[in-house]
């Protein structure tokens, strides 16, 4: 079956010629066992045309694929790839290529895949299972695969053009220099839709690089996008060495946005160094769509029904800073019937800091039917709803606040002919339960014995900030697979191909460091191995729980229950309880 896999990946240009259909009677495992790599690393024919690829997994798993790209590298507009899952398998190159699970490009439809335990590292591009998609993905999971990308970088995919991605989820880590924990980047040109609907992240998007960056904890730059029920809990956070740096809870840059509603956050969002820098509990930057009619010029879409609870953290920047709880800096913009409850913190040795609860800048704004509620707002200049706005037809009306630790105003800056009013300050208490300009029949309000909230706000705690905001020192990998290392004196190994070959030690007892184990609580730390070795975590029926690499000093794993667990590096083991 391992072989008749291989081959059936590998066809290549001979599949381009047909419409080819397939389905996985079982599992398949590539590797010696289920955790090992295959001993030789596939790569698929990139110079012939789209294949035409019916494929369905039939809910079965692919383990121990290694591969240079991708399974599939383009797949047409008739193509159907569905139900199956890829477990603790590997998508690298050092090529300069992209590199993703599936497919490389997607002109038809994919949907009900994972990718689990796994690690996808390329060039220009990484996804954990479509570079492009031009067309449809639903149903689409990334389950602890890290991503790795010089460039843009997505938990699911990396581009999308003008197409759906619909019920994509991802808790892997994503790190490039445009990086999204479901896509990089979303970009509708006008011509159709472009639609990002029923996402949600866990996982860490990391960015760093020389020149200009965004990462968002759904999309890393939205252009001309429909953005709905989307949520993210995973860390944003991103450095850059000069030019700007755009993070954001959802999104880094949205760019002319058709409209974005249902949205909330509950991630870290950390600028630890920039020149410029634009964070948001949801958005970093943010620019709607405008319709001139008759000589005036009117809002074309919107921002609604969402809400932060992250706390938003500029550690520092050389030159202007803009954290808002919602948005940093925000032109074309209609907010309404939206909530933050998260600290803004914008620090450093930069005199143009500035701090908004709700926007921190903007230009032909609307504020309205919202409030922001958090004691810790930091900045040279800082105001609990929006520091400054400017030019014309900026408004501000029905809105709450509460009064944070330096006792700011709503509002610094704010145009001659700005509309004004109904603006109110509030006490924590006086913020429960029903408010006059929150109204249910504008928005999905819901009131109880704590602040006002949306329907989809699942937050139980009634306190006036929810996340504790604190930075990790390293970022393990949560890889699922072993090497399957043959050693220069060894017979076995796959005749057919080029397999990893070392020199055999002459005592592996005396070249292993001895691993140390710690539990506290359902955390299990290891310590004393090499920079890299691969730690794992089992239960008694040998079955893998979890998995990570040396970084830094030790690993930390964590475990969803108590009991007795094999920790597991090499030759080595201990076996530990968790209470």
């Known amino acids: 079956v391992t072989g008749q896999m291989r081959a059936f990946l590998e066809l290549g240009r001979i599949l381009s010629t047909k419409t080819y259909k397939a389905e996985l009677a079982n599992d398949i495992v590539m590797g010696k066992d289920s955790l090992h790599l295959s001993m030789r690393k596939m790569s698929v024919d990139s110079v012939g045309k789209c294949v035409s690829m019916q494929f369905d997994g039939k809910e079965h798993t692919v383990y121990g694929l290694d591969m240079e790209r991708s399974m599939f590298h383009c797949l047409d507009s008739n193509s159907l790839v569905q139900n199956f899952t890829i477990a603790n398998s590997r998508f690298e190159n050092d090529l300069g290529y992209s590199a993703a699970g599936v497919t490389i490009k997607n002109n038809g439809c994919v949907r009900n895949v994972t990718i689990r335990n796994s690690l996808v590292r390329g060039d220009d591009a990484a996804a954990g299972l479509v570079v492009q998609n031009v067309k449809t993905l639903l149903n689409l999971k990334n389950e602890n695969t890290s991503v790795y990308s010089k460039g843009v970088a997505g938990g699911i995919v990396g581009y999308s053009y003008e197409a759906v991605i619909s019920g994509a989820s991802n808790s892997g880590k994503i790190s490039g220099r445009v990086a999204g924990g479901i896509a990089g980047s979303a970009n509708g040109y006008g011509h159709g839709p472009n639609i990002v609907s029923q996402a949600s992240n866990t996982g860490a998007v990391l960015v760093t690089a020389d020149t200009i960056v965004f990462a968002g904890g759904i999309l890393g730059y939205a252009l001309r996008t429909t953005i709905s029920d989307s949520?993210?809990?995973?860390?944003?956070?991103?450095?850059?060495?000069?030019?700007?740096?755009?993070?954001?809870?959802?999104?880094?840059?949205?760019?002319?946005?058709?409209?974005?509603?249902?949205?909330?956050?509950?991630?870290?969002?950390?600028?630890?160094?920039?020149?410029?820098?634009?964070?948001?509990?949801?958005?970093?930057?943010?620019?709607?769509?405008?319709?001139?009619?008759?000589?005036?010029?009117?809002?074309?879409?919107?921002?609604?029904?969402?809400?932060?609870?992250?706390?938003?953290?500029?550690?520092?920047?050389?030159?202007?800073?803009?954290?808002?709880?919602i948005i940093g800096y925000a032109a074309n913009l209609v907010l309404q019937d939206d909530y933050n409850r998260g600290v803004v913190k914008n620090e450093g040795d930069s005199q143009t800091r500035f701090t908004g609860g709700m926007i921190a800048g903007g230009n032909f704004v609307t504020l309205a039917a919202g409030y922001s509620f958090t004691e810790t707002l930091s900045g040279s200049g800082v105001a609990t709803l929006a520091y400054g706005v400017e030019n014309d037809g900026n408004v501000l009306q029905m809105l709450y606040y509460g009064k944070d630790k330096q006792n700011s105003p709503a509002v610094v800056e704010l145009p001659e002919g700005a509309l004004y009013e109904k603006v109110e300050e509030k006490t924590f208490e006086q913020m429960?339960?029903?408010?006059?300009?929150?109204?249910?029949?504008?928005?999905?309000?819901?009131?109880?014995?704590?602040?006002?909230?949306?329907?989809?706000?699942?937050?139980?705690?009634?306190?006036?900030?929810?996340?504790?905001?604190?930075?990790?020192?390293?970022?393990?990998?949560?890889?699922?697979?072993?090497?399957?290392?043959?050693?220069?004196?060894?017979?076995?190994?796959?005749?057919?191909?080029?397999?990893?070959?070392?020199?055999?030690?002459?005592?592996?007892?005396?070249?292993?460091?001895?691993?140390?184990?710690?539990?506290?609580?359902?955390?299990?730390?290891?310590?004393?191995?090499?920079?890299?070795?691969?730690?794992?975590?089992?239960?008694?029926?040998?079955?893998?729980?979890?998995?990570?690499?040396?970084?830094?000093?030790?690993?930390?794993?964590?475990?969803p229950r108590a009991g007795f667990y094999i920790v597991r590096n090499a030759g080595q083991s201990r076996k530990v309880r968790v209470r």
């Open 231 to 325: 949520y993210n809990t995973g860390l944003v956070q991103g450095s850059v060495q000069r030019g700007d740096i755009m993070l954001g809870g959802i999104v880094g840059l949205a760019d002319s946005i058709n409209s974005i509603s249902g949205v909330g956050n509950w991630g870290r969002v950390h600028v630890v160094s920039s020149d410029r820098a634009y964070a948001g509990g949801l958005v970093g930057r943010y620019s709607g769509l405008t319709l001139l009619a008759g000589g005036t010029l009117y809002h074309a879409g919107g921002f609604i029904w969402s809400f932060n609870y992250g706390p938003v953290h500029v550690v520092t920047s050389k030159d202007t800073s803009y954290a808002g709880g």
């Open 432 to 559: 429960k339960g029903e408010l006059e300009y929150l109204n249910v029949e504008s928005g999905p309000w819901v009131f109880g014995n704590c602040l006002p909230r949306m329907e989809a706000d699942t937050t139980s705690v009634c306190a006036v900030n929810v996340v504790e905001d604190f930075f990790e020192v390293g970022f393990a990998d949560s890889v699922g697979y072993l090497l399957d290392v043959v050693y220069a004196d060894s017979t076995g190994g796959d005749p057919h191909g080029t397999t990893p070959v070392a020199p055999k030690p002459r005592d592996m007892k005396a070249n292993a460091l001895p691993m140390h184990v710690a539990v506290s609580g359902r955390d299990i730390t290891v310590s004393g191995l090499r920079q890299g070795d691969a730690v794992l975590v089992l239960d008694m029926k040998g079955r893998l729980v979890t998995s990570a690499r040396i970084h830094g000093a030790s690993a930390t794993l964590n475990v």
